[in-house]
C-alpha cells in the first residue's frame, strides 16, 4: 500500500493499522476485569453452571453481533461504524443517538477505568493520593493516542498481549491441577472438581433470576469487541483484516472465557466465601489469584494486580480511542461541530481527543468523594449504553440485508458474509434486550420498589430513544426505504 493510499480515509485517517493490530484490538476488547476480576462473583451468585451457560450463551450473541459487524465494516470501513450503518440503513436520528451515545459511553468509561486505576495502584501504595495516579494514566492515554493510529495500536497490541498470555497460564496450569499434574486441585483429581458441580444448589444457584442478572455483567466483559468496528476506518486492508480478526472471535471466546470459567468452577466452590468480595479494591480476591495461590505460585496477588492494571489501562486506552474517532465520525456527517473534524499531520482528530480527555477528567471527582463511590457513580452512569450499541449493530444489519436484497445486490461482492442470516442479527437481538430489560426486575416486583436503583439500572434506554427522536423531530427524518439504501459500501 502507497503512502497515498494510506491516508484515504474520510480524507483525514490513515490507514495504518495492520493486521496484528486488528486482531489484538479485537482479542485485548474481550478480555478485561470482567474476566480478571468480575468472574467470581458470576460464579458464586449463579453456581458454576449458571456462570458457564451465562458465558455460552452471552457469547454466542456476541459471536453473531460481530459477524454482523464484520460484514457491514468490511464493506463500509468508516471509523463511524455502527453509527455510520444506522444512519444508512435504520434512520438519520438512530445513527445520530447511537453515535452520541456510544462517545458518551466510553468518555464515562475512561473515568471509571481511571478511577479503577486508582484502586488497584493503592494496593501497592497506600499512601500516595489517588489523583496523582489519575492524571498520570490520563496523560499516558492522552499521549499513546495523539502520536497516532498506529501509536494506539502498538500500545494495544502488547497490552493484549499481557492479557492473553495470562490467561493461557491460567488455563495450563489450571488444567494441571485439575488432573493432579501440580498441587492444589482436589485430591480425587478431575472427579473430585466435578464435585463443585453438584455441590449444594449447584451446577445452577438462584435459577432464572440469577441467570438473567450475571448475564448483563458477562455482556459488560464481553464489550469492547466491537472495537474493531471501529479501527476498520484505520486499517491497511480493511476487506482483509477485518474478516480475519473476526473469525477468530469465536475461538478466542471458547477459549479465554469458556475454559477459564469451567477450570474456576471445577477448583472453587461457589460457596467459598472469598468469590463473594469480588471487586476492584480487593485483588486478592480474584479467581485466577485463588488458583495460582492453591498451586503455590508465590506473589500471585501482585502478579493479578499488575494484570489488572495492564486490563484497566487498556481498556481506557481503547475507551479514548474509541469515543474520539466515533466524535470525529459524527462532526464529519455534520451530527456534531465541525471542529472535531480537524485532523492534524499524523491524522489524529487532536480536538475530538481533547473533548473526550475532558469528559475522561470525571475521574477527579475522587478528590471530593470517596473513590468506591465515585467509581459505582460512574459505572452507573454508562450503564446499558454498551447494550445500546450492540442493538444498533443487530438492526442495522438486519436491515442492511433487506437493503441488499430490495435492490438486487449481488452478495457476493462483499468481502465477508455473515453466514447466519437471518437468524444471526435476530438472535442476538432478542437476546440482547431480553437482558436489558430484564435487569432489576425482580425490584418492580417487591413490595416496596427502590425507584433509585431502577433509574440507574434503566436510565440509559429512555435517554438514547429522547435523543433518537428529538433529532427526528428536529430534523424530520424518517426510516429509510429499503429501496433507497446506499448499499454500494467503498470501493
Same mark, same amino acid.
Given at each position: 500500500?502507497?503512502?497515498?493510499?494510506?491516508?484515504?480515509?474520510?480524507?483525514?485517517?490513515?490507514?495504518?493499522?495492520?493486521?496484528?493490530?486488528?486482531?489484538?484490538?479485537?482479542?485485548?476488547?474481550?478480555?478485561?476485569?470482567?474476566?480478571?476480576?468480575?468472574?467470581?462473583?458470576?460464579?458464586?451468585?449463579?453456581?458454576?453452571?449458571?456462570?458457564?451457560?451465562?458465558?455460552?450463551?452471552?457469547?454466542?450473541?456476541?459471536?453473531?453481533?460481530?459477524?454482523?459487524?464484520?460484514?457491514?465494516?468490511?464493506?463500509?470501513?468508516?471509523?463511524?461504524?455502527?453509527?455510520?450503518?444506522?444512519?444508512?440503513?435504520?434512520?438519520?436520528?438512530?445513527?445520530?443517538?447511537?453515535?452520541?451515545?456510544?462517545?458518551?459511553?466510553?468518555?464515562?468509561?475512561?473515568?471509571?477505568?481511571?478511577?479503577?486505576?486508582?484502586?488497584?495502584?493503592?494496593?501497592?501504595?497506600?499512601?500516595?493520593?489517588?489523583?496523582?495516579?489519575?492524571?498520570?494514566?490520563?496523560?499516558?492515554?492522552?499521549?499513546?493516542?495523539? @502520536?497516532?493510529?498506529?501509536?494506539? !495500536? %502498538? =500500545? /494495544?497490541?502488547?497490552?493484549?498481549?499481557?492479557?492473553? *498470555?495470562?490467561?493461557? #497460564? &491460567?488455563?495450563?496450569?489450571?488444567?494441571?491441577?485439575?488432573?493432579?499434574?501440580?498441587?492444589?486441585?482436589?485430591?480425587?483429581?478431575?472427579?473430585?472438581?466435578?464435585?463443585?458441580?453438584?455441590?449444594?444448589?449447584?451446577?445452577?444457584?438462584?435459577?432464572?433470576?440469577?441467570?438473567?442478572?450475571?448475564?448483563?455483567?458477562?455482556?459488560?466483559?464481553?464489550?469492547?469487541?466491537? @472495537?474493531?468496528?471501529?479501527?476498520? !476506518? %484505520? =486499517? /491497511?486492508?480493511?476487506?482483509?483484516?477485518?474478516?480475519? *480478526?473476526?473469525?477468530? #472471535? &469465536?475461538?478466542?471466546?471458547?477459549?479465554?472465557?469458556?475454559?477459564?470459567?469451567?477450570?474456576?468452577?471445577?477448583?472453587?466452590?461457589?460457596?467459598?466465601?472469598?468469590?463473594?468480595?469480588?471487586?476492584?479494591?480487593?485483588?486478592?480476591?480474584?479467581?485466577?489469584?485463588?488458583?495460582?495461590?492453591?498451586?503455590?505460585?508465590?506473589?500471585?496477588?501482585?502478579?493479578?494486580?499488575?494484570?489488572?492494571?495492564?486490563?484497566?489501562?487498556?481498556?481506557?486506552?481503547?475507551?479514548?480511542?474509541?469515543?474520539?474517532?466515533?466524535?470525529?465520525?459524527?462532526?464529519?456527517?455534520?451530527?456534531?461541530?465541525?471542529?472535531?473534524?480537524?485532523?492534524?499531520?499524523?491524522?489524529?482528530?487532536?480536538?475530538?481527543?481533547?473533548?473526550?480527555?475532558?469528559?475522561?477528567?470525571?475521574?477527579?471527582?475522587?478528590?471530593?468523594?470517596?473513590?468506591?463511590?465515585?467509581?459505582?457513580?460512574?459505572?452507573?452512569?454508562?450503564?446499558?449504553?454498551?447494550?445500546?450499541?450492540?442493538?444498533?449493530?443487530?438492526?442495522?444489519?438486519?436491515?442492511?440485508?433487506?437493503?441488499?436484497?430490495?435492490?438486487?445486490?449481488?452478495?457476493?461482492?462483499?468481502?465477508?458474509?455473515?453466514?447466519?442470516?437471518?437468524?444471526?442479527?435476530?438472535?442476538?437481538?432478542?437476546?440482547?434486550?431480553?437482558?436489558?430489560?430484564?435487569?432489576?426486575?425482580?425490584?418492580?416486583?417487591?413490595?416496596?420498589?427502590?425507584?433509585?436503583?431502577?433509574?440507574?439500572?434503566?436510565?440509559?434506554?429512555?435517554?438514547?430513544?429522547?435523543?433518537?427522536?428529538?433529532?427526528?423531530?428536529?430534523?424530520?427524518?424518517?426510516?429509510?426505504?429499503?429501496?433507497?439504501?446506499?448499499?454500494?459500501?467503498?470501493?
Amino acid at each position: 500500500m502507497s503512502d497515498s493510499q494510506a491516508k484515504t480515509e474520510d480524507g483525514g485517517l490513515h490507514r495504518s493499522l495492520k493486521a496484528r493490530h486488528m486482531s489484538m484490538i479485537a482479542i485485548g476488547g474481550s478480555i478485561g476485569t470482567g474476566l480478571f476480576v468480575a468472574s467470581g462473583a458470576t460464579i458464586s451468585q449463579a453456581g458454576p453452571g449458571g456462570a458457564l451457560l451465562a458465558y455460552m450463551i452471552v457469547g454466542l450473541m456476541v459471536y453473531f453481533l460481530m459477524t454482523s459487524l464484520g460484514e457491514m465494516a468490511s464493506h463500509m470501513p468508516v471509523s463511524g461504524s455502527f453509527a455510520t450503518y444506522g444512519a444508512k440503513y435504520v434512520d438519520e436520528g438512530f445513527g445520530f443517538a447511537l453515535g452520541w451515545n456510544y462517545w458518551y459511553n466510553w468518555a464515562v468509561t475512561i473515568a471509571v477505568d481511571l478511577v479503577a486505576a486508582q484502586l488497584v495502584m493503592a494496593y501497592w501504595f497506600p499512601g500516595i493520593d489517588g489523583f496523582i495516579w489519575s492524571a498520570l494514566f490520563l496523560a499516558l492515554m492522552f499521549g499513546l493516542n495523539a @502520536l497516532s493510529a498506529r501509536g494506539f !495500536g %502498538e =500500545s /494495544e497490541f502488547w497490552f493484549a498481549a499481557i492479557k492473553v *498470555a495470562t490467561v493461557l #497460564v &491460567f488455563i495450563a496450569v489450571g488444567v494441571m491441577m485439575i488432573f493432579g499434574i501440580m498441587q492444589g486441585g482436589s485430591p480425587d483429581g478431575l472427579w473430585g472438581g466435578i464435585a463443585n458441580f453438584t455441590a449444594g444448589d449447584a451446577p445452577f444457584v438462584g435459577g432464572f433470576a440469577a441467570l438473567i442478572g450475571v448475564a448483563m455483567v458477562v455482556g459488560f466483559s464481553f464489550q469492547g469487541t466491537e @472495537l474493531i468496528g471501529i479501527a476498520a !476506518g %484505520e =486499517s /491497511e486492508d480493511p476487506a482483509k483484516n477485518v474478516p480475519r *480478526a473476526v473469525r477468530k #472471535v &469465536f475461538w478466542r471466546i471458547l477459549l479465554f472465557y469458556v475454559f477459564a470459567i469451567l477450570i474456576i468452577g471445577l477448583l472453587i466452590p461457589y460457596t467459598d466465601p472469598k468469590l463473594l468480595r469480588n471487586n476492584l479494591g480487593d485483588i486478592a480476591v480474584s479467581p485466577f489469584t485463588l488458583v495460582f495461590e492453591r498451586a503455590g505460585l508465590l506473589s500471585a496477588a501482585a502478579v493479578m494486580n499488575a494484570v489488572v492494571l495492564t486490563s484497566v489501562l487498556s481498556a481506557g486506552n481503547s475507551g479514548m480511542y474509541a469515543s474520539t474517532r466515533m466524535l470525529y465520525a459524527l462532526a464529519t456527517q455534520g451530527m456534531a461541530p465541525k471542529m472535531f473534524a480537524k485532523v492534524n499531520a499524523r491524522g489524529v482528530p487532536v480536538l475530538a481527543l481533547l473533548a473526550t480527555t475532558v469528559i475522561a477528567a470525571l475521574c477527579f471527582l475522587t478528590n471530593v468523594f470517596s473513590p468506591k463511590a465515585v467509581y459505582i457513580w460512574l459505572l452507573n452512569l454508562s450503564g446499558m449504553c454498551g447494550f445500546v450499541a450492540w442493538l444498533g449493530i443487530a438492526v442495522s444489519h438486519y436491515r442492511f440485508r433487506k437493503g441488499c436484497e430490495a435492490q438486487g445486490f449481488d452478495l457476493n461482492q462483499l468481502p465477508y458474509r455473515a453466514a447466519a442470516f437471518p437468524f444471526g442479527p435476530v438472535f442476538a437481538f432478542v437476546l440482547c434486550l431480553i437482558i436489558t430489560l430484564g435487569q432489576n426486575y425482580e425490584n418492580f416486583l417487591s413490595d416496596k420498589i427502590d425507584w433509585v436503583g431502577a433509574i440507574a439500572t434503566y436510565i440509559g434506554l429512555p435517554l438514547f430513544l429522547i435523543i433518537w427522536w428529538g433529532y427526528k423531530l428536529v430534523k424530520g427524518t424518517r426510516i429509510v426505504k429499503y429501496k433507497d439504501m446506499d448499499v454500494q459500501g467503498l470501493r
